[in-house]
T-cell receptor
Framework: DSGVTQTPKHLITATGQRVTLRCSPR?????VYWYQQSLDQGLQFLIQ???????AKGNILERFSAQQFPDLHSELNLSSLELGDSALYFC???????????????FGPGTRLTVL | TQLLEQSPQFLSIQEGENLTVYCNSS?????LQWYRQEPGEGPVLLVT?????EVKKLKRLTFQFGDARKDSSLHITAAQPGDTGLYLC?????????FGKGTKLTVNP
């Protein structure tokens, strides 16, 4: 158990709909990262928040948005869903902002989104 | 094009065999990480290598960072069924992690 929680575990919805994925970071971690994992693209970085502020952006579509709340939990909002948005969505958290050398990202168990 | 190329994409071996998986790029990374991911779970960090030429050992796993910090390898000695999983490398660049697509390893008893 990484200490990162994500809800829901599974989500099935229809094209054109909007969904919200939720993430609670490990206690004490200020950074939250969102990733999308699909078979063809692998694990793709979407966006990072640090202590409530957007810190870094990756390949996040305009139809997607995220925020981090004062209690440090984060939500990823996906709208106007398309079949191609079906994927695993992971949240990760870390203490600080630097990845790699001095900081470790802990991943949650993911949310499997299926768009029909 | 993928910034980090991992090979092989799939590997199926017998228990007790040795194996090496590779992670290659034309880009330089400040550090490189290896993760293992099991079905239905998120990736779990195995190791971080920071210095060019660095070698780290974790029990039967040996990780090496290339001298130019563009590539890395993971060698597993005497593989066990418990090593089965998706092995991902990730390079740190501008405060972001760039992941390879992974090597799916199956160790058969």
């Amino acid at each position: 158990d990484s200490g990162v929680t994500q809800t829901p575990k599974h989500l099935i919805t229809a094209t054109g709909q909007r969904v919200t994925l939720r993430c609670s970071p490990r206690s004490g971690d200020l950074s939250v990262y969102w990733y999308q994992q699909s078979l063809d693209q692998g694990l793709q970085f979407l966006i990072q928040y640090y202590n409530g502020e957007e810190r870094a952006k990756g390949n996040i579509l305009e139809r997607f948005s995220a925020q981090q709340f004062p209690d440090l939990h984060s939500e990823l909002n996906l709208s106007s869903l398309e079949l191609g948005d079906s994927a695993l969505y992971f949240c990760a958290s870390s203490v600080g902002v630097l990845v790699g050398g001095g900081d470790t990202q802990y991943f949650g168990p993911g949310t499997r989104l299926t768009v029909l | 094009t993928q910034l980090l190329e991992q090979s092989p994409q799939f590997l199926s071996i017998q228990e007790g065999e040795n194996l090496t998986v590779y992670c290659n790029s034309s880009s330089v990374f400040s550090s490189l990480q290896w993760y293992r991911q099991e079905p239905g779970e998120g990736p779990v960090l195995l190791v971080t290598v920071v210095t060019g030429g660095e070698v780290k050992k974790l029990k039967r796993l040996t990780f090496q960072f290339g001298d130019a910090r563009k590539d890395s390898s993971l060698h597993i000695t005497a593989a066990q069924p418990g090593d089965t999983g998706l092995y991902l490398c990730a390079g740190a660049k501008s405060e972001k992690l760039v992941f390879g697509k992974g090597t799916k390893l199956t160790v058969n008893p």
